[in-house]
């Protein structure tokens, strides 16, 4: 697939501090991608950085082949940005608000824009924005981010401050842009909400990228608890497809990807005295690198971006 | 000029409207106002006499030096009947500071009120003087006056009376919004934006940063040039209600204004300077205002009165943007202008290309 978003050991340092270290990804065209941590783990670096808000102490970006800092004009061209603490003109009405910032686009989307803040989002544009609630403000927002005629949107939690209708609403905007070939990066901390729709997620950890799981894979993928009556094997047929995650005496918990009837047929030979098969959430990636109990030397960051 | 750029000078000049509408509107009324008052003055007796005593070249003669043999006169006692007590003749603007025709620059009258009679020596009567009458006093006064704030080259016509009237004799409020609507302007630009948090939504568009510095200059320009229109206009427009023995020309009126929003220029430039470097607005207003005090202090301690030209009270006038403020000879004759506006928007120049460096370098902070 083509990748439309590469870093390459991209560092940003302040002082002592990394903000980024060495951070290497792809993004490819068309997909959703999840960004994945806590506050000061780095994603609203990256993103400022993609954008050219932030010259990279080391390393680079790059979008569509653009330099993010010495291209940074066309990459904004070609990029829709919802920040993540967001700040707007309060005189303004909602309408002004979005034809100023169609305006400094060349004046495009201003008639799509208007069509999902009023339909979609359901808000009264002739209000003034000073009036509106931090949820109205984001929306309008919102509704701005997803009208922009570009080939990036990059949504910085998005759904926050929004009520639960309205963040899935936003999650189906963001399936719409998929659709229409716009490639999403989307920065949350609501794990269920970047689970549903990111294609890959990337997991990062104070300013290092940890892990970046596909999604789709993720989806196929089962988790299996078994338990056995007597001394389980130490070993599993090759081609069940079963990778053990964790022993507990006569319990193990398994991971699963394939046909799941020979598994079964397998089992039904072994003796089982219970079984549950499920998908695992993002949950359990998620705190294999931020849970209470995890440690920073435990963990090694990845590098270099392999692809699959 | 692309849309995006129109849109950018069109939400400054919404976001400042009130400012330098109540500016433009104040330097209106006072422009105005000085025209008033001069069609006032000029029926005066002592703006008369002051007027002649311009047609006969006197205001330009520098003040007469007094020889040693007066000043010992003065400083020892005088009998009735010594015919070399002459009464102190004092003139207010016996302390004006000395036209040299070897120097480029006009000097304005120093220290006009200083000059005082040498008190005698206690116990000692001091010799009659032939008494003024009011109306000498009168007159004594306003060319004193005059001449301190119009210096050698005051030509007394109703254009200079009404420019210095305005510039002068309005608390320094012509002075002073230049000065304001830079250090507001500048620091707007940048620091505040980033402050407000407004500057991501801005330049998460495909707006370049030197655009966006751009529009800002362009507004704070583009007002300085309101200022002068107005102030042209309010002199005019009072004309045609107050009538002046003399109508002052546009392009005389325009001067002056040139010279005081040139001042406002030199101020803003430095502004947005420091606001390039900074994410707050109050501290680049701060800097400003303490520069900005700062020169005029300077320039106070430079031209006070009686202090030799190489002295090092005049060190700080050289650093001064004050300086090269002279808004009646830029009315009468304009000689120094093109100089002096040169020196200020150089000043404005650099700052607005130091600011343009920094803010294409420099990393913007997320919003908090």
């Given at each position: 697939m083509e990748s439309i978003i590469v870093t390459h050991q991209l560092t940003k340092k302040y002082g002592d501090f990394y903000a980024l270290r060495n951070l290497s990804l792809e993004i490819h065209r068309g997909e959703v991608f999840g960004l994945l941590g806590p506050n000061g783990s780095g994603k609203t670096t990256t993103i400022r950085t993609i954008l050219g808000m932030i010259r990279a102490t080391e390393g680079y970006a790059s979008v569509a082949g653009l330099d993010c800092w010495n291209d940074s004009l066309m990459v904004r061209e070609r990029v829709s940005y919802l920040p993540g603490e967001l700040r707007m003109f309060g005189y303004l009405s909602g309408y002004q608000h979005l034809k100023f910032l169609c305006e400094l686009r060349g004046g495009t989307g201003l008639e799509r824009a208007v069509h999902i803040a009023e339909s979609i989002m359901e808000l009264d544009l002739n209000r003034k924005v000073r009036r509106y609630s931090t949820g109205m403000k984001q929306k309008l927002a919102l509704a701005q981010a997803f009208a922009d005629p570009v080939e990036i949107l990059i949504l910085d939690?998005?759904?926050?401050?929004?009520d639960p209708s309205a963040r899935g609403l936003v999650l189906d905007l963001v399936m719409t842009a998929k659709a229409q070939g716009q490639t999403v990066i989307f920065s949350g901390h609501v794990l269920s909400e970047v689970e549903r729709i990111s294609d890959r997620v990337a997991i990062m950890r104070r300013g290092q990228l940890m892990h970046v799981e596909d999604m789709h894979s993720r989806r196929c993928a089962r988790m299996v608890l078994a338990r056995f009556?007597?001394?389980?094997?130490h070993e599993f047929p090759d081609d069940l497809g079963l990778i053990v995650r964790r022993r507990d005496g006569r319990e193990i918990l398994f991971e699963h990807q394939g046909e799941i009837r020979s598994l079964l047929d397998w089992f039904s030979r072994q003796g089982i005295s219970e079984i549950a098969i499920g998908t695992e959430d993002l949950r359990g990636l998620y705190d294999k690198f931020h849970?209470?109990?995890?440690?920073?030397?435990?963990l090694a960051p990845v590098l270099e971006y392999a692809k699959p | 000029m692309s849309k995006a750029f129109l849109t950018l000078i069109k939400r400054i000049m919404v976001e400042t409207r009130f400012f330098l509408g109540f500016s433009l509107l104040a330097l209106f009324a006072l422009s105005w106002f000085s025209i008033y008052r001069t069609s006032l003055s000029e029926g005066r007796a002592e703006t008369v006499a002051v007027r002649e005593m311009a047609q006969r070249g006197e205001l330009a003669k520098p003040a007469p030096k007094k020889s040693d043999e007066a000043k010992k006169d003065e400083a020892s006692p005088k009998t009735e009947?010594?015919?070399?007590?002459?009464?102190?003749?004092?003139?207010?603007?016996?302390?004006?500071?000395k036209a040299d025709p070897a120097k480029d620059e006009p000097k304005k009258a120093e220290?006009?009120?200083?000059?005082s009679a040498e008190t005698k020596t206690a116990g000692e009567a001091a010799p009659p003087q032939p008494a003024l009458t009011e109306e000498q006093r009168r007159q004594r006064r306003a060319r004193g006056f005059y001449q301190f704030l119009g210096g050698p080259d005051m030509d007394m016509s109703s254009g200079a009376i009404a420019t210095m009237l305005l510039y002068f004799l309005t608390v320094g409020i012509p002075i002073m919004l230049p000065l304001f609507w830079g250090i507001s302007r500048g620091s707007a630009a940048v620091a505040a934006e980033i402050e407000r948090g407004t500057m991501d939504m801005i330049l998460s568009r495909p707006v370049s940063r030197s655009a966006y510095l751009l529009a800002h200059v362009i507004t704070a320009v583009f007002g300085y040039l309101l200022m002068v229109v107005v102030i042209v206009a309010g002199a005019k427009i009072g004309e045609s209600f107050h009538s002046v023995d003399s109508s002052p020309r546009m392009i005389a009126l325009a001067r002056p204004a040139l010279n005081v929003v040139g001042l406002g220029l030199a101020t803003y430039g430095l502004t947005i300077m420091f606001s390039a470097f900074d994410i707050v607005r109050w501290r680049p207003n701060m800097i400003a205002s303490i520069l900005t005090i700062a020169q005029l202090v300077g320039y106070a301690v430079a031209n006070q009165p009686e202090t030799a030209d190489d002295s090092w009270y005049k060190v700080p006038g050289k650093f001064s943007v004050f300086s090269t403020f002279y808004p009646i000879e830029a009315f009468v004759k304009g000689e120094y202008l093109p100089r002096h506006m040169g020196a200020l928007i150089g000043v404005f120049a650099a700052g607005v290309i130091v600011a343009l460096w920094r803010f294409n370098r420099r990393d913007l902070p997320a919003n908090s």
């Open positions: 939690e998005p759904t926050s401050a929004l009556d007597d001394e389980p094997p849970g209470p109990d995890v440690r920073d030397e435990e | 009947s010594s015919p070399d007590a002459k009464p102190e003749a004092v003139q207010p603007g016996d302390a004006v500071a220290g006009a009120e200083t000059a």
